[in-house]
């Protein structure tokens, strides 16, 4: 059974990824996620500089899911390029996506030529699209922006450049810029900012308030977002939003997804969950007689 | 349900900057699931939230007892709180210490418990429960200087004799590191089993000795705790998650971490040299 899937020049084993923000803060763990079967794996957003993000609480659960509120906190780009040299045999291995975010266009460039120059990573996503952080969120809901930011970006990296967006009104307009100005893929959605209020202590619980909803919450809306934009651009679709089971998986790739990312799905099931995805969507094509993942993308169209 | 509120029963000074805090909680099914060792997210709404494993907790009359040194902002809010207020937890989080007598085993052999500073805090239910097992059974307390003794009535309720108290000046009990003691120890008895909770400089130093030893161990180490759900990272040494997989890990593990004893994480996620 062909499961591989390729994204510009990323190839990949299968369409199974590890998302951004999802243990990826050291690169041991990005190590133990590809070991435990994930397909990719993306580092946690990565700025300029080091950032302690929100204070504590920076995460509720909730019934459908989880809010968090980390607020990019990364320990700079630069830090976190020196520890990857100091397992770079094993990073240039396997296929490191690395997530970038700017409160500047020109902070986006130089964090990508410095990912660039060091050789680790095998493409770009850049994060326009942190819901509960303002300034990166201006990115993705501003078309304008977005082109900007695209093209500066590609024009500064020899990488493949994709591009994660967020539920926003004009999401249509914001990918066709970003794909206009450069981006070889998309990654739909981030999470979607939202609220969670402990009644006892009668205290929105995050320190920041708001946070971003992930988790099967979102899934019928990532889905829905995945479809639409299947219809009307040809790049590939990376889905993410929710997915927590095999039957997720084929869901988005029946709706356009090339590959998809899953995050808060870790939380409950540990990093075996790649593994036990991977097993239910090779079971499932084979008793539908799907030889390839490719008849299967976007087959519910 | 996802916080469960607590109110301040009592309070007391048990040594400069260390404090005991005796909190009541109507959720029966939470104390169940304390383990020695096992961690909980303390929320002080407005303020912060942090990591404490519980020095006592009891079942039967619903309170649990959170000893700590103030370290910053979070820690001092805790300790100038009034009996009758509220704070809120969540958990109880990650793997404790432990305890069988597969892993006891050895008649005649001593079990230590080794404490250093604020760390025997995590250790006395721990003690409580091996006190339950047929082992014989010695604590080690070490202190940097008498005003930071704490614990110590505590201790000689529980084990009468058996333990031995140390400070680095050597102004209490014996002169010395608690890792000098335990090597006193093991020079003299033969010990089937160490646990350990305390610096981390104290902890590496005293897997090393151990390790040379051959003796199996226990340790709880600490890291920047965030989400507490092993999702975010903040708390990863090497491929583990302290969350998750510790705060209590075993010799099999220690030996194979190459930042144990060497750096942790600040917020951000910068490794930072240990001191
Ligand atoms: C599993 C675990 C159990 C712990 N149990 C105890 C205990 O029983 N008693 C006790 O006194 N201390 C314990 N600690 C340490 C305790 O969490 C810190 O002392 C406390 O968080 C300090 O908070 P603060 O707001 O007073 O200090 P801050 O001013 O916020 O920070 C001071 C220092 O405390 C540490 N710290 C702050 N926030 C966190 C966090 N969210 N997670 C981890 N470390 C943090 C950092 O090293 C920081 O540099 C434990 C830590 C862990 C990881
Ligand atoms: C704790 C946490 C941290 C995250 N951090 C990032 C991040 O740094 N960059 C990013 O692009 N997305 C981040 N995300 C969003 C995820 O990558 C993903 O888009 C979202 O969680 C939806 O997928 P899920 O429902 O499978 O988790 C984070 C999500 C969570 C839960
Ligand atoms: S604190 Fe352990 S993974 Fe978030």
Not at chain 2, 106 to 127: D, E, N, R, T
Not at chain 2, 182 to 187: A, H, I, P, S, Y
Request: charged share 20%; with cysteine; net charge positive.
């Amino acid at each position: 059974m062909d499961l591989r899937v390729s994204i510009a020049s990323l190839s990949l084993r299968h369409p199974i990824m590890l998302a951004s923000g999802i243990l990826g803060t050291t690169p041991s763990m990005l190590i133990k996620a590809y070991n435990s079967g994930a397909s990719a794996v993306i580092t946690k957003s990565l700025t300029m500089s080091p950032r302690d993000g929100y204070p504590n609480p920076v995460i509720a659960r909730v019934p459908c899911g989880l809010i968090n509120a980390i607020g990019l906190a990364n320990p700079g780009v630069k830090n976190y390029l020196d520890e990857c040299l100091e397992v770079k045999d094993e990073l240039t291995r396997i296929s490191v996506i690395f997530s970038i975010a700017g409160f500047s266009v020109n902070e986006y460039v130089k964090v990508a030529e410095l990912v660039t120059e060091y050789g680790i990573g095998k493409a770009l996503e850049l994060n326009l699209s942190c819901p509960h952080v303002e300034e990166t969120r201006l990115f993705s809901e501003d078309p304008k922006l977005t082109a900007q930011v695209v093209r500066a970006v590609c024009d500064a990296t020899s990488l493949p450049v994709f591009v994660k967006v967020g539920l926003t009104a004009n999401i249509s307009e914001v990918v066709e810029s970003a794909i206009k100005h450069g981006a070889s893929a998309i990654t739909a959605i981030n999470t979607i900012k939202a609220m969670a209020i402990d009644i006892r202590a009668k205290k929105p619980i995050l320190a920041a308030k708001y946070g971003g909803l992930s988790g099967p919450a979102i899934k019928p809306i990532a889905l829905r977002v995945i479809y639409d934009l299947y219809e009307e651009f040809k790049v590939p679709l990376i889905g993410v939003g929710g997915i927590s089971s095999w039957e997720d998986v084929v869901e988005f790739l029946m709706a356009g997804a090339t590959a998809i990312q899953v995050g808060t799905i870790v939380y409950k099931r540990g990093l075996r969950v790649f593994k036990d995805l991977l097993k239910g969507l090779m079971n499932f094509m084979h008793n539908e007689g799907f030889s390839s993942l490719k008849d299967l993308i976007g087959i519910a169209h | 349900m996802y916080y469960v509120r607590c109110s301040l029963k009592s309070k007391r000074e048990e040594a400069k900057d260390i404090f005991s805090c005796t909190f009541s909680l109507n959720d029966i099914k939470f104390l169940q699931r304390l383990m020695p060792g096992r961690f909980v997210m303390v929320w002080l709404p407005g303020i912060d939230e942090f990591p404490l494993s519980p020095s006592d907790y009891n079942v039967s009359n619903s309170t649990l007892r959170l000893t700590f040194k103030v370290r910053g902002l979070g820690t001092r809010s805790l300790s100038s709180l009034s009996v009758g207020s509220s704070i809120f937890i969540r958990g109880p989080y990650g793997n404790g210490f432990r305890v069988s007598k597969h892993i006891l085993q050895g008649g005649s052999k001593l079990v230590l418990v080794a404490g250093g500073g604020i760390g025997l805090a995590p250790l006395i239910p721990l003690i409580k429960d091996l006190l339950q097992q047929d082992v014989k059974l010695h604590v080690v307390c070490g202190f940097r200087s008498s005003n930071e003794v704490f614990f110590i009535n505590e201790i000689t309720n529980l084990l009468g004799d058996s333990h031995t108290v140390s400070t680095d000046d050597g102004s209490l009990g014996v002169k010395g590191t608690v890792v000098d003691v335990v090597q006193n120890l093991l020079n003299k008895r033969k010990v089937s089993y160490v646990y350990a909770c305390g610096p981390e400089m104290m902890l590496y130093k005293l897997h090393r000795v151990l390790l040379d030893k051959g003796v199996p161990h226990q340790m709880s180490v600490e890291r920047y705790v965030k989400c507490a759900l092993g999702i975010c990272g903040a708390c990863v040494i090497d491929g583990l998650r302290l969350c998750k997989e510790g705060p209590v890990f075993n010799d099999v593990h220690l030996k194979g971490l190459k930042e144990f004893g060497r750096y942790k994480r600040s917020a951000s996620g910068v490794r930072e040299p240990l001191l």
